[in-house]
């Protein structure tokens, strides 16, 4: 089955800085790829997503990349600010009817 | 958009008891839902896929006994942690895909005292 691998575990930044989170994956079939959001206790905010014929997304501060040869993707947000300190995770799914594997999280803290 | 309910957000319960977490699709049907499970500072591992009408399909090493799965309509999917545990204590959250992605339940928190 499929394999997520996400770094790094944690990540601080000084606020305005930019904040790169990168993640592998191992089924080649996969084709769908979103970045969550969680904050303690909360759901997954879907922050973003790329799918398969998409080499490059971007919305506002963030960017979401995408190397299917590779099989790796990452997230960039530009001009972090405090409210970004969170947990972020990647997945990745054949299609969005299919069961989505999640990578083991990043925690991003902002520092002012 | 895609709403999906879930109940409880949270439950205590006393070891050796059963506890049932239900999710509702709101405003869509949700042939398919599936069902993670969180413990703290780690990431969400899938439990099972709920099929309406049809069995669940297992994630390997969960045990089907134990977390019953039953997806008898197009708008509910239950989980149900049989004879509960302490180390069952978790953070339990459904999910069902669709078209835009997935729409997840706010999630419940199980404690087993």
């Known amino acids: 089955g499929e394999n997520v691998e996400q770094h790094p575990s944690t990540l601080s930044v000084q606020e305005g800085d930019s904040a790169v989170i990168k993640c592998t994956y191992s089924?080649?079939?996969?084709?769908?790829f979103p970045w969550y959001k969680q904050e303690l206790g909360k759901r997954p905010q879907l922050i973003i997503d790329?799918?398969?014929?998409?080499g490059e997304k971007k919305d506002q501060r963030i960017a979401v990349t995408l190397n299917k040869t590779a099989k790796h993707f990452s997230l960039h947000i530009t001009e972090t600010q405090p409210e970004d300190s969170a947990v972020y995770f990647c997945?990745?799914?054949?299609?969005?009817?299919?069961?989505?594997?999640f990578g083991t999280g990043t925690r991003l803290q902002v520092m002012l | 958009g895609a709403v999906v309910s879930q109940h409880p957000s949270r439950v205590i319960c006393k070891s050796g008891t059963s506890v049932k977490i239900e999710c509702r699709s709101l405003?869509?049907?949700?042939?398919?839902m599936f069902w993670y499970r969180q413990f703290p500072k780690q990431s969400l591992m899938l439990m099972a896929t709920?099929?309406?009408?049809?069995?669940?399909?297992?994630e390997q090493g969960v045990e089907k006994d134990k977390f019953l799965i039953n997806h008898a309509s197009l708008t509910l999917s239950t989980l149900t942690v049989t004879s509960a545990h302490p180390e069952d204590s978790s953070f339990y959250i459904c999910s069902a895909g669709g078209a835009d992605g997935y729409t997840f339940g706010s999630g419940t928190r199980l404690t087993v005292v």
């Open positions: 709920s099929n309406e009408g049809s069995k669940a399909t297992y």
């Open positions: 405003d869509f049907q949700a042939t398919t």
């Open positions: 089924d080649s079939a996969s084709n769908y």
């Open positions: 790329i799918r398969s014929n998409v």
């Open positions: 997945a990745a799914s054949i299609s969005t009817a299919s069961k989505l594997t």
